[in-house]
């Protein structure tokens, strides 16, 4: 199955609305909602640098990288602002934005950068070094993968609840997606050094954090801590 990995998708009318994947994705995450979405929004769903089809990433990575890219994205879309959108690390860096003015308002759906030190340490970053020698071991089969509701049930079985949701091109995009990021493992070792920091006393938009409690990879409420305890602590989080 060929698959293209293009950097954006705009569509829709109306106020504008942003879209931001996770951690290793693409914009076509957004796929089964994205017609939805386009008769009330002007929608951008945008793939974030270092990921396929996406910009590339030139020089190390640090803090304002996905952030700049995804601004520029909003520029070139003559988006001065916009309503903001991101699940896992799009959230995060949606919430980055909204500390630069870009925002009119965030939904975060588990936003990434919530947990412990000592989560960060034990569980989150090492997952990702293994799924992406996983999916890089998988890539060359996911043609394969794809054709079975098994396999697709396999391959979707921590980011899908509902797996016959999922067509077998989609799983197709999403594996050779996630093998063919290119700036992944530099992005793992700039969180294992850095961390996730956030300014909220800069946020001025109305901010909606959501979080599913059957999340199989970021699960609530231990990955949601810094939201609930540091970032917004008089705000509830819904779940």
Not at 70 to 78: I, K, Q, R, T
Not at 120 to 144: M, N, W
Not at 160 to 186: F, K, N, R, W, Y
Request: glycine share 8%; charged share 20%; net charge negative.
């Amino acid at each position: 199955m060929a698959v293209e990995f293009t950097p954006d998708h705009h569509g829709g009318s109306g106020p504008p609305l942003v879209l931001i994947h996770g951690f290793t994705d693409t914009w076509a995450t957004w796929e089964l909602v994205i017609p939805r979405l386009e008769r009330d929004f002007e929608v951008l769903a945008v793939t974030m640098p270092g990921h396929a089809g996406g910009p590339p990433v030139s020089g190390p990575i640090t803090a304002d990288t996905l952030p700049d890219g995804v601004a520029a994205a909003l520029d070139e879309a003559g988006f001065e602002s916009a309503h903001l959108a991101g699940n896992s690390l799009g959230g995060f860096v949606a919430l980055q934005l909204a500390t630069r003015g870009r925002a009119l308002s965030v939904t975060g759906l588990a936003p990434a950068g919530g947990w412990s030190q000592e989560f960060q340490e034990v569980h989150a970053l090492d997952y990702f070094i293994t799924q992406q020698d996983q999916v890089k071991k998988a890539a060359p089969y996911a043609d394969r993968i794809a054709s079975t509701p098994e396999g697709r049930r396999q391959a979707t079985r921590l980011i899908v609840e509902d797996p016959s949701l999922i067509t077998p091109a989609m799983v197709v995009h999403q594996l050779l997606g996630a093998a063919s990021c290119p700036a992944a493992l530099p992005m793992i070792e700039f969180a294992r050094r850095e961390g996730y920091e956030l300014e909220p006393s800069r946020i001025d938009c109305p901010v909606r954090i959501l979080w599913g409690t059957e999340d199989r990879l970021l699960r609530w409420p231990s990955t949601a801590i810094r939201f609930r305890e540091e970032w917004c602590p008089r705000r509830s989080t819904s779940n």
